[in-house]
Nanobody, 125 residues
Framework: QVQLVESGGGLVQAGGSLRLSCAAS????????MGWFRQAPGKLREFVAT????????YYANSVKGRFTISRDNAKNTAYLQMNSLKPEDTAVYYC??????????????????WGQGTQVTVSS
């Protein structure tokens, strides 16, 4: 089992920045690819970004590319999502998730075995 706890959400004005953290406990964090997803009211959960277990490769949704950066510190069992130039349409509950590392980037929720409880991000215009 892996337990994931997100933090760092809040209210920010458009153009501002937030950094989300995802603290992991339980099984060995470093063998898992980590992903961030988000879900806005009335919408389906969508992929935001993912980082391979080694931290060497990342992949982003087009909607956040160039504005968000995913990273991880395996020594601290923590993944991060740095969000810059935030827009009102980034408003959502953000979830981190862990998937056993495979060959490909996982951009759908299916491969992710473990999920955090979510943290609210609200961007005002």
């Amino acid at each position: 089992q892996v337990q994931l706890v997100e933090s760092g959400g809040g209210l920010v004005q458009a153009g501002g920045s937030l950094r989300l953290s995802c603290a992991a406990s339980g099984r060995t964090f470093s063998v898992y690819d980590m992903g961030w997803f988000r879900q806005a009211p009335g919408k389906l959960r969508e992929f935001v970004a993912t980082i391979r277990w080694s931290g060497g490769s990342t992949y982003y949704a087009n909607s956040v590319k160039g504005r968000f950066t995913i990273s991880r510190d395996n020594a601290k069992n923590t993944a991060y999502l740095q969000m810059n130039s935030l827009k009102p349409e980034d408003t959502a509950v953000y979830y981190c998730a862990a998937a056993r590392g495979g060959r490909y980037f996982y951009t759908t929720s299916g491969p992710y075995d473990y999920w955090g409880q979510g943290t609210q991000v609200t961007v005002s215009s």
